[in-house]
């Protein structure tokens, strides 16, 4: 069965240092991992996916099948990255997503 | 164009009461998912809808819960003789094809507590 894994529930920072949300996933076929965020009373959405090599405000994530870790970065922090964010699994020929249980990031001013 | 939109935004019953829970998913949008998401637990897959196919059911927790969805547009989640356990925040979402499944976009959710 597919696990993702988010070891932190809160994650502080300050402004302007770096971060990084983890997230290892357990799975045996060939992953989709994806981020989805969430900030303060607005809707869960889509932030970025492995698949696109893309940065989204700053942020990025690489795929590393050894280490089975899809954990998103960012180099400088700011206040409005405080949010919920979500890394999520998909499996090949299946249209669900596997979430983990979300780290929250609070970024101190 | 509107959005993922769901109703009630709130519900507040007692316990041993129906609930039905609803969502308009994005006009054209042939995939329409539940998820409930509970403090400290993340999101959890319910159920999903892909156009005229069965549902993928794998998700409900118990024979409580169902859910339909009309013509391909508009879906209820009902819970049967809500316990308090199933207080928790209902979010609905949706996506365009199969090819971009994964990308959902989700409605603003309902609050349930069951009281």
């Known amino acids: 069965a597919q696990r993702v894994t988010q070891p932190e529930k809160l994650l502080s920072v300050f402004k302007g240092a770096p971060v990084e949300l983890k997230c290892n996933y357990s799975y045996s076929g060939s992953p989709e991992l994806f981020w989805y965020v969430q900030y303060s009373r607005q809707r869960l959405q889509l932030l970025l996916r492995h698949i696109s090599r893309e940065s989204i405000k700053g942020f990025t994530a690489d795929l590393n099948k050894g280490e089975t870790s899809f954990h998103l970065k960012k180099p400088f922090a700011q206040e409005e990255d405080s949010a919920m964010y979500y890394c999520?699994?998909?499996?090949?020929?299946?249209?669900?997503?596997?979430f983990g249980k979300g780290t929250k990031l609070s970024v101190i001013p | 164009g509107a959005g993922v939109s769901q109703s009630p935004s709130n519900k507040v019953t007692e316990k041993g009461k129906d609930v039905e829970l609803r969502c308009d998913p994005i006009s054209g949008h042939t995939a329409l998912y539940w998820y409930r998401q509970s403090l400290g637990q993340g999101l959890e897959f319910l159920i999903y809808?892909?156009?005229?196919?069965?549902?993928?059911k794998s998700g409900l927790p118990s024979d409580r819960f169902s859910a339909e969805r009309t013509g391909g547009s508009v879906s209820t989640l009902t819970i049967q003789r809500t316990q308090q356990e199933d207080s928790a925040v209902y979010l609905c979402?949706?996506?365009?094809?199969?090819?971009?499944?994964?990308?959902?976009?989700f409605g603003p959710g309902t609050r349930l507590t069951v009281t």
């Open positions: 999520a699994l998909g499996r090949a020929g299946s249209y669900q997503l596997t």
């Open positions: 809808f892909q156009g005229n196919s069965a549902p993928d």
């Open positions: 979402a949706s996506s365009f094809t199969m090819a971009s499944a994964y990308e959902q976009y």
